[in-house]
């Protein structure tokens, strides 16, 4: 009889991977990485764990974005007082704030619960080439 393997969050073994953003498209490294955080690229995968590896993205602010997304797309954010959205062009956080732009990019593909913010916190976003995370690094995706 085959049985199902459960993992249990202390049987868990993680990974280190390093993407490099340089040339590939935003989305698309995007749902690379959330496969990674997640852990589905794994045989032992389970829906109610934190299974997934660490993910290291460098070259952050050189992307490419498909049509006129840089000069159009906004992000908005609320307060909870009246009068006070405010909003920011997909270019300019992408200049200032260019690893806001990626978490809040990638909070909206993981499960929106305890265990997604606990996936969330294993992505490193670094703007240029270099990165503190060069001891951890054994692949490279």
């Not at 995007?30 to 997934?52: I, Q, Y």
């Not at 952050?60 to 009068?83: D, I, N, Q």
């Given at each position: ?58 070259n ?24 006070s ?5 997909l ?51």
């Open positions: 009889m085959n049985m199902t393997k459960v993992l249990k969050p202390a049987e868990v073994t993680r990974d280190w991977h390093l993407i490099d953003a340089e040339g590939k498209t935003f989305g698309r490294i995007l749902t690379d990485v959330a496969t990674l955080l997640r852990g589905k690229h794994k045989p032992s995968f389970t829906p109610n764990v934190d299974c997934g590896d660490y993910v290291v993205i460098i952050a602010e050189k992307a490419k974005f498909t049509g006129v997304k840089l000069e159009e797309k906004e992000y908005f954010t609320h307060s909870g007082y009246f009068g959205t405010k909003s920011k062009k270019g300019d956080m992408l200049e200032n704030h260019t690893e806001k732009l990626y978490m809040r990019a990638m909070r909206g593909m993981l499960p929106k619960t305890k265990l997604g913010k606990q996936m969330i916190k294993k992505m490193k976003v670094y703007a240029g080439a270099e990165h503190p995370h060069t001891a951890q690094i054994n692949k490279e995706a």
